[in-house]
T-cell receptor, first 114, second 113 residues
Framework: DAKTTQPTSMDCAEGRAANLPCNHSTISGNEYVYWYRQIHSQGPQYIIHGLKNNETNEMASLIITEDRKSSTLILPHATLRDTAVYYCIVRLQRGMDSSYKLIFGSGTRLLVRP | NAGVTQTPKFRVLKTGQSMTLLCAQDMNHEYMYWYRQDPGMGLRLIHYSVGEGTTAKGEVPDGYNVSRLKKQNFLLGLESAAPSQTSVYFC????????????FGSGTRLTVV
C-alpha cells in the first residue's frame, strides 16, 4: 500500500471549515483513499473514501487532485466534537491478501477551538 | 444495535500471565481484525481473519495467537504476557473487505506489570 504524509497537527475555529491535507504521491491507479478519525480513547470511525472523483457524505467531503497524488478532507462546519486524530489511508480494494489490511499512520491531530 | 463489542475494557496482568481478549460482532461481517495502539502512534495490525475458521498474521503478530471458531467472534490470546504488550487493543470487523469501512470496538486497555 502507498505511504501517506499528513501534518502532525492543525487547528480551526468552531463553525469554520476544516481542511485536512494528505499527500500520497506513490499511489497506484487501483488504490483508494480512505479517511478515518479517532476521538480520544475511542475506536477509529470511518468517514469517507474515494478513488478519483470527489465524494461527499453526511460527515465530510473528499477532494482528490486530478493526478491523485494528494487529497483533502473537508469538514464544512467544524464543531468541538470534531476534535480528533484524522487518518488518511490508501489501500487496494481487490487483489492480494494484503488488500484486506488497513494500515494506519500517525495521522493529523485536529483541534477545533471555541 | 451493538456493533463490535470488546471484553474486558480494562485489565492488569503480571508478566508471564495469560489472558484472552474477546471480540464479538453482530453485523454478520466476514472479516475481523485485531489492532494495537501505543501512545502517540497509529494502529498496528496484529492478526486478521477473512472468515470463520481462518486467521492470518498482520504487522506485529509475535507474542499473540488468535482464533475464529465462530463467525461472530474473534479471540486474541496472550500466552505469556510481557510489559511490551502494554497497549490499547482494538478489534474491528468489515463486510466486503472493508470497502465501505471498518467498524471498530471501543478498545481494551491492557497493562502488563
Amino acid at each position: 500500500d502507498a505511504k501517506t504524509t499528513q501534518p502532525t497537527s492543525m487547528d480551526c475555529a468552531e463553525g469554520r471549515a476544516a481542511n485536512l491535507p494528505c499527500n500520497h504521491s506513490t499511489i497506484s491507479g487501483n488504490e483508494y483513499v480512505y479517511w478515518y478519525r479517532q476521538i480520544h480513547s475511542q475506536g477509529p470511525q470511518y468517514i469517507i473514501h474515494g478513488l478519483k472523483n470527489n465524494e461527499t457524505n453526511e460527515m465530510a467531503s473528499l477532494i482528490i487532485t486530478e493526478d491523485r497524488k494528494s487529497s483533502t478532507l473537508i469538514l464544512p462546519h467544524a464543531t468541538l466534537r470534531d476534535t480528533a486524530v484524522y487518518y488518511c489511508i490508501v489501500r487496494l480494494q481487490r487483489g492480494m491478501d494484503s488488500s484486506y489490511k488497513l494500515i494506519f499512520g500517525s495521522g493529523t491531530r485536529l483541534l477545533v477551538r471555541p | 444495535n451493538a456493533g463490535v463489542t470488546q471484553t474486558p475494557k480494562f485489565r492488569v496482568l503480571k508478566t508471564g500471565q495469560s489472558m484472552t481478549l474477546l471480540c464479538a460482532q453482530d453485523m454478520n461481517h466476514e472479516y475481523m481484525y485485531w489492532y494495537r495502539q501505543d501512545p502517540g502512534m497509529g494502529l498496528r495490525l496484529i492478526h486478521y481473519s477473512v472468515g470463520e475458521g481462518t486467521t492470518a498474521k498482520g504487522e506485529v503478530p509475535d507474542g499473540y495467537n488468535v482464533s475464529r471458531l465462530k463467525k461472530q467472534n474473534f479471540l486474541l490470546g496472550l500466552e505469556s504476557a510481557a510489559p511490551s504488550q502494554t497497549s490499547v487493543y482494538f478489534c474491528a470487523s468489515s463486510r466486503d473487505r472493508g470497502i465501505y469501512g471498518y467498524t471498530f470496538g471501543s478498545g481494551t486497555r491492557l497493562t502488563v506489570v
